[in-house]
């Protein structure tokens, strides 16, 4: 495996940059749905299918509701400027064949919800699905789906914004891959330099990393996301990279980064993750002209891009994204204090979570002062963890948790 160590690291320098990632660790979490959230949704979309299911329409004779996108993968974030979360649903009725019209089958589906007199109240339609707003918790959008005949892998079809045509898919699929993924681990070194009598040679050891309710991709892509929403807030042009994109070459990086190299500490994964995904854009030929291709791994035929090739704003959009998004998180990196952190860290994902994140560990910081737990490590600052080479720091009883 190749190091990925670009200059030599202090022991502080890797317990600074480690400390950063647990802060941002907490923003990310700061910014996931709550487990009442959650739970609400998994009633509401398991009540939605039992609906649907019930329905006499042979259309809707074999329903199967399920979870697809951020929610299904865990990398959902809060919206910024609105409370709502975005929650994908798949309305997959086995057993319709693909001769049905893509509006045909659509109108069964809400029809049905319309029959119900608390979803007629929620309902609101799309272009190719149906939305349950559940005002200042979630929204639910349904897509209606069939069976892929030609997809080996389990695909489904799914209507076109036109809800003309039918287009490969496959949700199950791609969360599968992306669980599989998400579960890889980097490797981790610490480096140190071992003085000989014959000079300095420079050996590494494991370093172990910070065990994370999420994992390292899932964060990855969380960040990414509010980074794009903090980017995009005050754009007027509908034109920010889709969540599908961000992820799938997120994690098309990630699974690359960690079966070749070795990294100092979860900030340098996060960092080489963000500057590898242009390279896994494709650059098919389409028309005697190069195009733009992300595809899904899964299945035949879905470019997540499709759009970037019939609109030239929005591979722009995402390459000033991603440059900005690269810069910052290099910065945020290489930050030393709290007040130069903090100023990074609220220009990527906003002053409201970057605030409420800061805010706690001050506040921990202040508990920990007057229980006597406080430690000072050195080129981190205050922790409440006993870090190696700390010093204990008496509780000021003279000037108040200052």
């Known amino acids: 495996m190749n190091q990925m160590l670009p200059q030599v690291l202090t022991d502080g320098d890797i317990r600074r940059r480690s400390e950063i990632f647990s802060i941002l660790d907490e923003i990310g979490e700061d910014l996931d749905l709550t487990e009442t959230q959650f739970e609400r949704a998994r009633q509401s979309y398991g009540a939605v299918g039992d609906w649907l299911s019930a329905s006499t329409d042979p259309l809707l004779a074999s329903v199967l509701v399920y979870l697809q996108g951020s929610t299904a993968l865990g990398t959902a974030v809060k919206p910024v ?48 699905c149906w939305r349950l707003n559940y005002e200042g918790d979630f929204h639910l959008d349904l897509s209606p789906t069939i069976t892929n005949p030609s997809c080996a892998n389990g695909g489904e079809l799914v209507p076109d914004q036109t809800l003309r045509e039918w287009h490969p898919t496959n949700p199950r699929a791609y969360k599968t891959l992306f669980d599989d993924r998400a579960a890889l681990m980097p490797n981790f070194v610490l480096n ?15 370093f172990p990393a910070r065990e994370l309710k999420k994992g390292i ?11 794009r929403d903090v980017f995009y807030e005050n754009s007027k042009e509908d034109v920010a990279p889709i969540s599908v994109i961000i992820t799938t070459l997120a994690m098309q990086a990630y699974v690359y980064c960690v079966r070749r190299h070795v990294f100092a500490d979860p900030m340098d994964v996060l960092v080489e993750v963000v500057r590898l995904m242009p390279h896994f854009i494709d650059r098919p030929l389409l028309d005697g002209r190069r195009g733009y ?41 290489d930050a030393v204090g709290q007040d130069l952190l903090s100023l990074n860290m609220e220009r990527s994902f906003g002053a409201g979570v970057t605030g409420r994140v800061l805010g706690r560990r001050v506040g921990a910081v202040s508990d920990g002062r007057k229980s006597g737990l406080l430690s000072v490590a050195p080129l981190i600052g205050l922790t409440t963890s006993k870090a190696a080479a700390s010093t204990t720091v008496a509780a000021n009883t003279f000037f108040g948790d200052q």
């Open 81 to 128: 400027g609105r409370r709502e979360f975005d929650v994908d649903l798949i309305c997959f009725c086995a057993g319709v064949a693909s001769a049905i019209s893509p509006a045909a089958l659509k109108a069964a589906v809400g029809s049905r919800l319309k029959e119900h007199a608390t979803y007629a109240r929620l309902l609101e339609e799309k272009k190719r």
């Open 192 to 206: 140190k330099i071992a003085m000989q009598r014959d000079g300095a040679t420079a050996t590494v050891e494991p």
């Open 217 to 227: 991709l899932r964060r990855i892509v969380q960040l990414l996301k509010r980074h």
């Open 293 to 333: 291709a992300v595809l899904n791994e899964t299945t035949h035929g879905e470019n997540f891009a499709d759009n970037w090739n019939k609109d030239a704003r929005r591979p722009r959009a995402f390459y000033e994204w991603h440059k900005q998004a690269l810069s910052d998180f290099e910065a945020i990196r």
